[in-house]
């Protein structure tokens, strides 16, 4: 037999004159438990040599191949501080530190070697046919799992969208309102948040206090178009990915998804919370701007001589109504429906 190790692997203790060492068998490509602990001893090592288990007979050039691993030995932790020998041509020699950990399933052995011995090992290309599936399979599991992860958070993610899509309504009404009404006072004040938000005074209107700061630098953002980008997160794309919450039915939906629509997906999915994330974070804005504190600061700040215009807040158990006026620009609106906007949950 000309693969000792590997009949070692196969057969009873073979007897005390024969220094045995023992080989694993693998019968199919191995997962989990070796692939860790080989990693963790490369890790731990920087000798992907001397990992138990590694066959250091030459393997055929036929049969099936799987790139388990691919790795990088960390010279630095090694005990003599070189590069790893390779297990099969030159067991003595300094060789590679970026190698792979290879399963043929000819020899139901598994293999740790450099790339260049990999590549004279398996001709014709056939080492780079399986780094290249492995670095496929690997993608497509990292897609299936953070899908996994990310789809049974979908039907609380639509609940949220819902609740807040009224609240994105009466936002953009109001923003787009006081833009149209009253021009003037929003450039006021867009200007003020230009400058961080500080309303300032002339030097004559000393007495008057301040400085005033003022709150929600979004409100001013007439055309974000709130409603129309919750919905459309709704419509086009998440209701097309809620399978419910139940990760069993989740790992059913996925494995009937093909792996670019997969991919498509995962894509949506990131998009969709941070855009929901960008919506929370203008609602945040406008219901900030038109919190009774910020109108009581905009209204002790506009009775100051140096104000360019007036303005009157009347806030009552949830209700609001605010008036503005500069010149003719007037700006009259009840608050009614806009609520204290909640973080999109993790999608
Ligand atoms: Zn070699």
Not at 33 to 59: C, D, M, N, Y
Not at 82 to 106: R, V
Request: net charge neutral; charged share 25%.
């Amino acid at each position: 037999m000309s693969d000792p190790s590997h009949s070692l692997a196969i057969g009873p203790d073979p007897g005390p004159r024969t220094s045995l060492v023992l080989r694993s068998e693998f019968r199919s490509m191995p997962t989990g438990l070796v692939l860790e602990a080989f990693v963790r001893h490369v890790a731990a090592t920087g000798s992907p040599e001397t990992f138990p288990g590694i066959s250091t007979t030459k393997p055929p050039d036929f049969g099936r191949l799987g790139v388990l691993v691919e790795f990088h030995a960390d010279r630095a932790k090694r005990s003599d501080g070189n590069l790893a020998p390779c297990p099969i041509c030159s067991p003595h020699d300094p060789q590679y530190l970026h190698g792979l950990l290879i399963w043929c399933e000819a020899t139901a052995a598994i293999y740790a070697i450099g790339m260049d011995c990999g590549r004279k090992l398996w001709k014709h290309g056939r080492l780079d046919q399986a780094v290249a599936d492995f670095h496929q399979s690997r993608t497509r599991n990292a897609v299936e799992e953070e899908l996994l992860e990310r789809l049974p958070q979908v039907p609380a993610f639509r609940a949220w969208l819902n609740v807040h899509l009224e609240i994105a309504r009466v936002a953009d009404r109001l923003t787009s309102g006081f833009k149209k009404s009253a021009p003037r006072v929003h450039a006021t004040i867009k200007e003020a948040f230009a400058h961080g938000g500080q309303l300032r005074l002339n030097a004559g209107d000393a007495a008057g206090g301040g400085p005033y700061t003022i709150a929600g630098p979004g409100f001013v953002k007439h055309s974000f178009g709130a409603e129309a980008r919750l919905s459309r997160l709704n419509t086009e794309r998440l209701e097309h990915l809620d399978f419910g919450d139940d990760p069993l039915d989740c790992i059913e939906a996925i494995a009937k998804i093909r792996p670019i629509e997969q991919t498509i997906a995962l894509k949506w999915l990131r998009d969709a919370g941070s855009e929901a994330q960008r919506v929370y974070d203008h609602l945040r804005d406008c219901w900030a701007f038109l919190d009774p504190a910020n109108m009581e600061v905009l209204a002790k700040w506009s009775d100051t001589r140096s104000a360019p215009f007036r303005l009157a807040a009347y806030v009552q158990s949830g209700r609001a109504k605010v008036y503005v006026y500069q010149g003719k620009d007037d700006w009259f609106d009840r608050l009614d429906g806009l609520a204290a906007p909640t973080p999109p949950p993790r999608l």
